[in-house]
């Protein structure tokens, strides 16, 4: 047992935030005592091109050994794991139920009218639901709001097939969407006043995907994904300089390119984010919650490790713009090798906010 277990007496269970996505698979582990939490392990595996697209696994296999690596290298005895699934093939959607029902009752129910919110036939689909509340209208005692989570099968059973091959056991299967917003308490210092009362855009900039989140009171209020990322970028890079993508993959993230890079394709590549995300802004503003302006952009994912990319969004969204730093205020154990997670910090908030799932009983 390290120091740090010892100090922090360990998850109310163990438990790993694993973030299978498109480029890595990236481990966390969190401890807590009192309301400080400690990172007690760390891992990120690179995943081979193609492998996961579109935030479906397509080889479960090869995502196993990467599974396998990551826990390796994060030397953790924990085999609990939780995962999340995302993109198309995932769907939320908040419906009215009769009030009063048991858990049984209502599984019963939402089970025989699911069809009719899902675009697959029912047998192919996963099914959970949270009930979120009294009905919508105010003094509406005969409903509550649920809030329906489905997802293809397939993808499910991907994931649970790709930790089985690493020993590993699914103790959470989340959405991807919530783990993000569960993970944005931990952005709260970056925020003025705390975000309260404020509006803040979190921005995930993934290899694939660019996820806008916006946060009103510290509530979110908004969300919306944009198949656009690092690969973009990635793929420039390999044809301008004949690479192979790897070989690109490898040249962006260690700066070791000619200067027709920081000079042509790296401005190129912040204008088309900088459009992209806001596009998703004026989304946000046409949407029934976007009557405020944005007060200020956090940005988050690998491409918020971009040397500069801080004061280049900032310049062309013109709002005050930092980089997620959300392991600010929280002990790094020596095993989660603190230099390398704090470059990797703004690319963690998945595997932070399924990390953070252990403590889910515990309040
Ligand atoms: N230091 C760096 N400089 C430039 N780019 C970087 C750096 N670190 C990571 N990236 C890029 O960030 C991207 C990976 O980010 P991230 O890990 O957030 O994506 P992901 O979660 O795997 O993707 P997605 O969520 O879209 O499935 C890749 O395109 C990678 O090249
Ligand atoms: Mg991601």
């Given at each position: 047992m390290s120091l740090l277990e010892s100090l922090f007496g360990g998850g109310a269970r163990g438990l790993i935030g694993l973030d299978i996505s498109s480029s890595s698979v990236k481990l966390l582990e969190l401890a807590r005592r009192g309301s400080q939490y400690a990172v007690e392990s760390f891992a990120l595996e690179p995943l081979p091109p193609g492998v996961v697209a579109d935030k479906q696994i397509i080889d479960p296999a090869v995502v196993g050994q990467a599974v396998t690596r990551a826990v390796e290298r994060a030397g953790t005895r924990t085999r609990q794991a939780a995962v999340a699934v995302a993109g198309s093939a995932v769907i939320t959607k908040p419906i009215a139920?009769?009030?009063?029902?048991?858990?049984?009752?209502?599984?019963?129910?939402?089970?025989?009218?699911?069809?009719?919110?899902?675009?697959?036939?029912?047998?192919?689909?996963?099914?959970?639901?949270?009930?979120?509340?009294?009905?919508?209208?105010?003094?509406?005692?005969?409903?509550?709001?649920?809030?329906?989570?489905?997802?293809?099968?397939?993808?499910?059973?991907?994931?649970?097939?790709?930790?089985?091959?690493?020993?590993?056991?699914?103790?959470?299967?989340?959405?991807?969407?919530?783990?993000?917003?569960?993970?944005?308490?931990?952005l709260r210092h970056q925020m003025p006043d705390g975000g309260r009362e404020r509006t803040i855009a979190v921005v995930d900039m993934g290899a694939s995907t660019t996820s806008v989140l916006v946060l009103l009171d510290g509530k979110p209020v908004y969300t919306r994904d944009q198949a656009f990322g690092g690969k973009q970028l990635t793929e420039d890079i390999m044809r301008y300089y004949d690479l192979s993508l790897p070989e690109a993959g490898k040249a962006k993230r260690s700066g070791t390119l000619p200067e027709t890079y920081f000079s042509e394709l790296l401005p190129h590549f912040f204008d088309d984010m900088s459009q992209q995300i806001d596009r998703s802004f004026q989304y946000y503003f046409a949407s029934a919650a976007g009557g405020r302006q944005i007060d200020q952009v956090i940005l988050a994912g690998g491409c918020a490790q971009i040397e500069g990319v801080e004061a280049q969004l900032q310049q062309r969204l013109q709002r005050p713009t930092v980089v997620a730093r959300p392991l600010a205020q929280m002990a790094v154990a020596s095993r989660a090798r603190p230099q390398h997670l704090a470059k990797e910090e703004p690319s963690l908030l998945i595997a932070l906010g399924l990390a953070f799932r252990a403590f889910d009983e515990e309040s």
């Open positions: 139920m009769p009030a009063g029902l048991d858990d049984n009752a209502l599984e019963e129910q939402i089970k025989a009218e699911a069809d009719q919110y899902l675009p697959y036939p029912i047998d192919e689909v996963a099914l959970d639901f949270q009930v979120a509340g009294a009905g919508r209208s105010a003094g509406d005692n005969a409903t509550v709001e649920v809030l329906l989570a489905a997802c293809r099968k397939e993808q499910v059973e991907n994931r649970l097939a790709a930790l089985e091959i690493a020993g590993l056991t699914p103790a959470v299967v989340d959405v991807e969407a919530c783990a993000l917003e569960n993970a944005c308490q931990f």
